[in-house]
């Protein structure tokens, strides 16, 4: 069973900026895709941004060129760089890893953009 951990979600004004981190119990060299997904309270997850073994970026048009995914194979580590946040941001903000074998999600982490 692989586990993520989630961390770096807070509460920021609109403007600010805050860094997500996702650590694997497995090696994320070896995965498929990483992403962070989102969602709110009564709405659908939904993604945020993608990157692929390959290194191909995915991003959700709500974030484009305010949010970077990024990860470090040495530390099974995937980022979200968040900059510029809105109020419209605050969202509970989950990882998911995809593994050959599976897809695995974190706990979610807390994100509240106050205006």
């Not at 970077?68 to 979200?80: F, G, H, M, P, Q």
């Not at 999600?105 to 205006?115: D, L």
Request: aromatic share 10%; net charge positive.
């Amino acid at each position: 069973q692989v586990q993520l951990v989630e961390s770096g979600g807070g509460l920021v004004q609109a403007g600010e900026s805050l860094r997500l981190s996702c650590a694997s119990s497995r090696s994320i060299f070896v995965s498929i895709a990483m992403g962070w997904y989102r969602q709110v309270p009564g709405k659908q997850r939904e993604l945020v941004a993608t990157l692929t073994r390959g290194g191909s970026t995915n991003y959700a048009d709500a974030v484009k060129g305010r949010f970077t995914i990024s990860r470090d194979n040495a530390k099974n580590t995937v980022y979200l760089q968040m900059n510029s946040l809105r109020p419209e941001d605050t969202a509970v903000y989950y990882c998911n890893v995809r593994y050959t074998s599976n897809g695995y999600w974190g706990q979610g982490t807390q994100v509240t953009v106050s205006s």
